[in-house]
């Protein structure tokens, strides 16, 4: 099946600093890639869906400034959160669809998470 | 309302059990119904679609009831590598591409 990687897979960052995640997708081209954040024992929340080449649609309550994601390519995708907070601390995961055939439900492929933590 | 409800347990049974998670949703428009698993600390990974007629995979059973809008999975003679969290999802348009997740049923299976 698809492959969808994350980096780095872990990160510790001190309060006020600004960490990228990359999400890649290996051997397809992803049309959309969405990045999603659960805290503990919560579910998935979806934070924004990027299309290749095109400003980044944010769900309502995540402040694009701060979440600032860039899909420059198709296969390439990165989420920077910027002055990172101790409130920031989550698992971010990504996702690619890989664009199903005509009239099927476009199949979502998982990135395996960052885990950040911001002290 | 959740868009996504799950009873979040957790289940714990012994191994052989048969156990069933219900869920519900709240978008009658949605197209595409999902089981996802997911182990402690990892990513959510694909278990199986769900169709309106219903479908089997193995000892995994996922039914669909878009009149009451209730989706279901039945697992049959558990066994330990079942422990998981298992997560109902539900597309959020007709477009099919973002996915909507419940907050996820525990499930502990023992020996």
């Known amino acids: 099946g698809a492959v969808v990687s994350q980096h780095p897979s872990w990160v510790i960052c001190k309060s006020g600093t600004s960490v990228k995640i990359e999400c890649r997708s290996l051997?397809?081209?992803?049309?959309?890639m969405f990045w999603y954040r659960q805290f503990p024992k919560q579910s998935l929340m979806l934070m924004a869906t990027s299309n290749e080449g095109s400003k980044a649609t944010y769900e309502q309550g995540v402040e694009k400034d701060k979440f600032l994601i860039n899909h420059a390519s198709l296969t390439l995708s990165t989420l920077t959160v910027t002055s990172a907070h101790p409130e920031d601390s989550s698992f971010y995961i990504c996702s690619a669809t890989s664009r199903g055939t005509s009239g099927s439900t476009d199949t979502q492929y998982f990135g395996p998470g960052t885990r950040l933590t911001v002290l | 309302r959740k868009e996504v409800e799950q009873d979040p347990g957790p289940f714990n049974v012994p191994e052989g059990a048969t156990v069933a998670f219900n869920c519900t949703y709240s978008n009658s428009a949605s197209q595409s119904f999902f089981w996802y698993r997911q182990d402690c600390r990892k990513e959510p990974k694909l278990l199986m679609s769900v169709y309106s007629s219903g479908n089997e995979d193995g000892r995994f059973t996922a039914q669909l009831n878009r009149a009451s809008q209730y989706i279901s999975l039945l697992i049959r003679d558990s066994k330990l590598s079942d422990s998981a969290t298992y997560l109902c999802v539900v597309n959020s348009d007709q477009a099919g591409t973002a996915l909507i997740f419940g907050k996820g049923t525990t499930l502990s299976v023992s020996s």
């Open positions: 051997d397809f081209q992803a049309t959309t």
